[in-house]
Nanobody
Framework: QVHLVESGGGSVQPGGSLRLSCQAG????????MNWYRRTPGKERELVAS???????NYIDSVKDRFIITRDNVWARVYLQMNSLSPEDTAVYYC?????????WGRGTQVTVSS
């Protein structure tokens, strides 16, 4: 059974950093692109960053030069290093992949940026 489990969220002051982790299980991890989404109450869930199976990365404009997505195919993990955080980054962050013909989601981890 495929499962994705996020960790690393928390509360941080503006300008601070957090590192999110997503542990994948039940898939041949190295074959699949991995994504980080986020959702803020009242807004659509948005794709924040993606990393392909060969580690090509993409980011939305608002996080470029601040966030870094990486993957570890040995441990089947994907990470999101978030720097220079602002209150606008406050959201629930979700790990996502498309495998075996469908999407899989983790339960999310809350990130709160506030002074």
């Amino acid at each position: 059974q495929v499962h994705l489990v996020e960790s690393g969220g928390g509360s941080v002051q503006p300008g601070g950093s957090l590192r999110l982790s997503c542990q994948a299980g039940g898939i041949n991890f190295r074959l699949y692109a991995m994504n980080w989404y986020r959702r803020t109450p009242g807004k659509e869930r948005e794709l924040v960053a993606s990393i392909s199976s060969d580690s090509q990365t993409n980011y939305i404009d608002s996080v470029k030069d601040r966030f870094i997505i990486t993957r570890d195919n040995v441990w089947a993990r994907v990470y999101l290093q978030m720097n220079s955080l602002s209150p606008e980054d406050t959201a629930v962050y979700y790990c996502n992949t498309y495998a075996r013909g469908r999407e899989f989601w983790g339960r999310g981890t809350q990130v709160t940026v506030s002074s």
